[in-house]
């Protein structure tokens, strides 16, 4: 069995969905599964003109071949994965296909109810954080304790006897997100590091296929800490409106910044990617802003290709990528 992980070295937002997609027509993996997280996250994905958002189906649900199972690092609640699975099925044939891990923690609307009070973080008002720390207070019901999800749950706690080929680990959120390592407390509140696909699953590390990177080209954030991202307020305003950069699950304008090099390299090495997916490039050829932050001050370029020049050149020096893929907004659309 060898396993691939998808994770995003910013903060979330950066297209996810897409390189999985393709990744999908690529690999034809056998399952693609959530490790982390739960309805806070929101995976778009463009097919022609339609735009499908999900927040616990993976890029699994676009081939009928592939199995999608969400893995025990997640938080559920039922009435909102029921939902999906609902508006999906019809068109994507998902009777069979679709599993969730017996441990995984469920939110319920205590945990939500709990979460509206947020006032620091920004929360999308999913219940995530209450539910991971009823997970740790040993107190929340799991989803081999509820009767609607009977019907998904993964025959046995073994993802290698329903997987035992190629599986995607897709992740949640992204690097500077995550629980320990993201700018704390402006989190979320579960692991975004690949090594967690492995943890919540229980697979040997000796299974690690490949690590694939997500970012933009340019950063986003949602939440209460708005100095995060730099950027001149007009600068962020175009990028705003020309990305439709607002969220897929609360519907948020983000917040804009450039992209952070520095940050970048570092995501990258702490999650081990050897190959990167930089999205959205075809936005800043639009508005025409070419600039990133490098040590903490903003650098301007002529033109895209001197931009995309020099991001690959610094990666390759500073990381062990293999290789920097320069690409779009929608599917088909890397820079050659
Ligand atoms: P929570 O995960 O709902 O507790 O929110 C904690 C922080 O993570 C907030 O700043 C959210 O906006 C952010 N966040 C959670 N999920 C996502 C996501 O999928 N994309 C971007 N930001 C997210």
Partial sequence: MKVDVLVDVQRGDC?????????????????????????????????????????????????????????????????????????????????????????????????????????????????????????????????????????????????????????????????????????YPYVTSSHIHPGFAFTTFAIPLKNVGNIYGVAKIYETYVGKAKDLVICDPKDAHIIREAGKEYGETTGRPREIGYLNINDLATACNQCGVNYLYINKCDILEEVKIFKVIIDKKIHKFNNLVLLTNFINKYLRINTNIKEVIFSGTRDGEDLK
């Fill in 15 to 183: 297209g996810k969905g897409k390189i999985s997609k393709s990744l999908n027509e690529k690999y034809k993996y056998d399952t693609i599964a959530k490790y982390n997280g739960g309805g806070n996250a929101g995976h778009a994905v463009w097919i022609g003109d339609t735009k499908y958002t999900t927040h616990y189906l993976t890029s699994g649900i676009y081939d009928e071949n592939t199995k999608i199972v969400i893995g025990c690092g997640c938080v559920i609640n039922p009435k909102e994965f029921i939902n999906e699975y609902n508006q999906f099925n019809e068109q994507f044939k998902l009777d069979g296909r679709v599993f969730i891990h017996p441990y995984t923690h469920i939110i319920t609307d205590e945990h939500i109810e709990e979460d509206s009070k947020d006032k620091i973080i920004g929360t999308t008002g999913k219940g995530i954080g209450p539910t991971y720390s009823g997970k740790y207070a040993r107190t929340n019901k799991r989803a081999i304790d509820i009767d609607e999800l009977k019907p998904f749950l993964l025959p046995s706690n073994d993802i290698s006897l329903l997987s035992n080929k190629r599986i995607l680990m897709e992740g949640s959120q992204g690097w500077w997100l995550d629980i320990d390592y993201g700018s």
